[in-house]
């Protein structure tokens, strides 16, 4: 997968969010594949070949969580 640069992540993430409840960006996160907490704003976006696109944890490529692996911080 390749990474792709947003410049405009709240437009990003209100146009590509999976899910209804949608987080702010400055909310914090657990992903469940690394285990650290981060600010939602800090997502990354990764391409893969067939052209979807993924919001990612902020740890990738390290870490292979995505958007459906983040929980509440607390
Ligand atoms: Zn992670």
Known sequence: MKEIAITDKQKYFDDHFPFEEKPELFDKKRCLHCDNVFYV???????NKSGDEFICCPN????DGTVIDWFPAD
């Open 60 to 63: 990738a490529p390290e870490c």
């Open 41 to 47: 704003g800090d997502f990354k976006v990764f391409k």
